[in-house]
């Protein structure tokens, strides 16, 4: 009775949960990461998330400003009086800017489902279509010491102050996390401040895959470090005349189907000549084991990774 005649007495509670999962969780092999999270009607709503992997490394090789890094989805159904609102909002997670050690983002609202658009209007939220829902900052940290994944709450979407209904946010990211070759546990910590500045975190532990083996460049045949006609060359002549084999079979597989024949060397024409698909991972330029199950071949050694 205190709370009903008093409410500055009973602050609001912050009890948020949260869950992650990986796309794959090999040792030394790129993997995307989503993160579950349910913030309950009657709750603080956030203004912050980090998530700190306490091993690996993000690869921002590649990525640009205005290129699509991830998203973030809330599921809305709001049961009233006068009508059910249903739906989700949707945003997408764009690049702002790339350095070595950090790339920024922003999580822009790209499309309203549903009803939810007149629902939000009905409790006095204004449209967030075309809004920053959030700005995102991904660090990677020196060598294989862990990255984190910053999230600030950009005040477009109705998370602030105390919620009127069940917020269930996902979060998805493409594969920017390699995890540690080394293999060994992953901790992951989760770290949630609400709009008044209570906190609560979450810790998780994901055992690692054994490594796959050495690390190579798909395509990269002759074992150069470089990917071009030399390449196809050297898998014919192996091939066909007579020539060496390699010392990495795996890197000559350049269609990624566990096996090495002409088809690999077409492949690889195909790709630098035709605008064929470039080779899979580790593709030329990155360097990985072979994530491909039930593959064969192997890789005894390559000396430009």
């Known amino acids: 009775m205190t709370c009903l005649a008093i409410p ?7 009890n948020p949960t949260a869950a992650t999962s990986f796309d794959n969780l090999q040792a030394g092999i790129p993997s995307g990461f989503s993160q579950d999270l349910l913030f309950p009607e009657g709750s603080e709503g956030p203004s912050s998330l980090l998530v700190q992997f306490d091993r690996g490394s993000f690869d921002f090789t590649g990525y640009v400003p205005q290129q699509q890094v991830g998203g973030a989805g809330i599921d809305i159904f709001i049961q009233t009086p006068i009508v059910t609102v249903a739906g989700q909002i949707i945003a997408e997670v764009q ?5 070595i050690d950090t790339m920024e983002a922003i999580a822009m609202v790209t499309e309203i489902t549903g009803n939810v658009v007149a629902g939000l209007a009905v409790l006095g939220f204004p449209n967030p279509t075309g809004q920053i829902a959030f700005n995102v900052l991904f660090t990677d940290l020196a060598g294989d010491s862990g990255t984190s994944m910053s999230v600030i709450d950009a005040g477009s979407l109705p998370l602030s102050g105390i919620l009127d209904f069940d917020v269930p946010l996902i979060w998805t990211t493409e594969p920017i996390l390699i995890h540690s070759p080394r293999g060994g546990d992953l901790a992951v ?4 401040t609400s709009t008044t500045g209570a906190t609560v975190s979450f810790d998780e532990v994901f055992p690692l895959a054994d490594p796959l083996g050495a690390d190579f460049q798909r395509a990269d045949c002759n074992t150069d470090g470089t990917f071009n006609i030399a390449d196809a060359i050297f898998t014919l ?3 066909f005349s007579g020539g060496p084999a390699g010392s990495c079979t795996d890197a000559c597989d350049s269609n990624d ?3 090495v024949n ?4 077409i492949y690889t024409l195909a790709a630098l000549f035709s605008g064929g698909p470039q080779p899979a991972f580790p593709s030329p330029g990155t360097c990985g084991p072979d994530a491909t199950d039930a593959d064969i071949l192997d890789c005894e050694t390559y000396n430009s990774c």
């Not at 500055?8 to 912050?14: K, N």
């Not at 690049?95 to 350095?99: F, K, M």
């Open 237 to 239: 002549t192996a091939l």
């Open 189 to 192: 910590g989760t770290f949630l």
């Open 8 to 14: 500055a007495l009973c602050p609001a509670q912050f």
């Open 95 to 99: 690049i702002t800017s790339v350095g």
């Open 257 to 259: 189907d566990g096996s």
């Open 262 to 265: 002409i088809a690999d060397a």
